[in-house]
């Protein structure tokens, strides 16, 4: 259970930042404070706190040597679980991980790949990046990563991953399998940095209405999404669906500078609280230019954070649409501390509040278990299916400028709640995609088609192509025959416009389009797209 009385919360703050000093003073300290090894150990100031008394005890008297640095580290997490589950510890070796896709950038040799079965397959070389410089090739396949070989050992794609990085202007050599040729291709790809996109998708979805897919708010997001709002405006952009399904988050400027492109001039965005009740405000301030185009938000259950600041920010100030599902409902707000070694803790300073007032963070007083289970929860009790199921007590409600009312106490609830769609789950879907056959499929076809795959400029080039082929679904049928998977027609009636759609999904991801090939094809099936394209063309209100 989290204690959040004052006491409870002082105790073991002081205790995370005494216990590396603790250590420090400790090793210098205890040859004199600790002697007679057969007499009462006289108290001395840093008694005064039990850990430090303890790790020093340890450092100075324990009968084997040890690393009190592994001791504190097995510490200091549990001493963060104490506060929230926000406020968490990250090790040394993991510092440089968790922060890469915030930061925006790594060092790396730039392709995205997956693991077909047991073999490494690159599904994109991006421009310009070190493994294009060196030659590398959409569907190739990694043999050797320097001396290991990778192929058939079922090395896991974190295992991968760490083999490909390394500090930039570093060599990493490669073996690859390519189609057509039949020795391995030995390449040396230069290792540089390497872009972590936050803006996934952006195109026109219909003539006058734009899609952006924002996937996380890093450094480099509102760069991002300035450069893809100017494309999609020369291409006539009117309206926009901000696409912010799965975004945990990120940084919270990113997300006030997103919020200030569509807002007018003197529009409260967000604000926060820290515990002297200390109210920090962020306004708008009337440089955004995008703030007279119409706009459709789409949130789930795995929205949050900056993601429910933005949409909270939108929806508050009666400004577009909010459609989907309740948000995860984090409303709290992290710094993030380095210590000595390269570890690092991210402390819980604030809570941040919707402009109507709104604090939407979930309750935790029940433990962490509780709280990472809310999301099953959520589902067990039908909130998933019908908004019938979600219940707000009325302190929570709010009133926007606009007179909407809205809700607090647990996330962000959409303007226009659009349940989880399974009708197109089907026993035979279930098992082509549980045995990897459907995404294999859609890789042995880019092998066969991989001239005219990378012949594939535009959105309108994928469709031709795609549509073009009258024999794709019938040839999936016969692949996932051959591969175990027997066809029931009955469920393939009711799963073919979602499997077919996922197909040409996966297909697309395979071009130089990449994200964009893959949304492009998904978006017919997306009832969350599908109403707001509704409401922009006048089909259902708002």
Avoid: C
Wanted: glycine letters at 8%; hydrophobic letters at 35%; zero cysteines.
């Amino acid at each position: 259970m989290y204690k959040n009385s004052k006491n409870k919360i002082l105790y073991p703050l002081f205790i995370a930042l005494a216990v590396v000093a603790g250590i420090w003073i400790g090793k210098v300290t205890a040859p004199r404070s600790f002697h007679n090894a057969g007499n009462r150990i006289p108290l001395n100031r840093f008694a005064e706190n039990k850990l430090v008394y303890l790790l020093s005890l340890i450092d100075s008297k324990y009968v084997d040597p040890i690393n009190t640095d592994s001791l504190t580290d097995a510490f200091i997490p549990d001493i963060l679980a104490e506060l929230d589950p926000h406020s968490i510890y990250i090790p040394a070796q993991n510092f440089s991980e968790m922060n890469e896709a915030l930061e925006g950038e790594f060092d790396g040799i730039g392709i995205i790949f997956n693991m077909l079965t047991d073999t490494v397959v690159v599904l994109n070389v991006l421009s310009g990046g070190p493994s294009d410089k060196a030659g590398l090739m959409n569907g190739d396949r990694i043999i050797m990563i320097d001396d290991s070989l990778v192929a058939g050992k079922n090395v896991p794609q974190e295992g991968i991953l760490k083999l490909l990085k390394g500090k930039s202007g570093t060599e990493v050599h490669l073996k690859l399998q390519r189609q057509g040729v039949s020795e391995l291709l030995p390449v040396t790809v230069i290792r540089g940095k390497v872009m972590v996109k936050s803006v996934e998708a952006a195109y026109m979805l219909e003539p006058g209405i734009g899609y952006v897919k924002l996937s996380t708010f890093s450094r480099n997001s509102m760069a991002e999404l300035q450069d893809a709002l100017a494309d999609l405006s020369e291409q006539g952009m009117t309206k926009l669906i901000f696409d912010l399904r799965g975004n945990g988050g990120g940084f919270l400027d990113q997300a006030i500078l997103i919020a200030n492109a569509f807002l007018p001039s003197g529009k409260l965005i967000v604000y926060t609280e820290d515990r002297n009740r200390t109210r920090r405000e962020q306004f708008s301030d009337g440089t955004g230019k995008y703030s007279d185009i119409e706009i459709a938000v789409l949130i789930d259950e795995n929205s949050a954070s900056s993601s429910e600041i933005l949409a909270g920010a939108l929806q508050d100030n009666d400004r577009g649409t909010v459609i989907g599902r309740r948000s995860y409902g984090k409303g709290l707000v992290q710094e993030q501390i380095p210590f000595h070694d390269g570890s690092a803790f991210r402390l819980t300073i604030a809570r941040y509040y919707t402009p109507t007032g709104r604090s939407i963070q979930k309750p935790y007083d029940n433990g962490l278990e509780d709280y990472v289970m809310d999301i099953t929860k959520r589902y067990e009790h039908n909130e998933f299916f019908s908004a019938d199921s979600i219940h707000f007590a009325d302190s929570l409600k709010f009133t926007t400028p606009g007179g909407k009312t809205v809700y607090g106490g647990g996330g962000i609830m959409p303007d226009i709640f659009v349940p989880l769609d399974t009708t197109g789950i089907t026993k035979y879907y279930i098992q082509v995609v549980n045995r990897n056959i459907l995404y294999r499929y859609t890789m042995d076809y880019a092998d066969r088609n991989r001239e005219k795959l990378n012949a594939v400029k535009t959105v309108d080039d994928l469709n031709a192509l795609l549509d073009s082929d009258k024999q794709l679904f019938d040839d999936f049928i016969r692949y996932a025959s051959e591969h175990g998977v027997k066809p029931d027609y009955n469920d393939i009636a009711v799963s073919r416009p979602f499997m077919e759609s996922q197909i040409r999904a996966y297909i697309g991801r395979n071009t130089s389009l990449e994200d964009v090939g893959f949304y492009s094809q998904e978006y017919g099936m997306d009832n969350e797209i599908q109403t707001a394209l509704d409401i922009f063309n006048g089909k259902q209100n708002q």
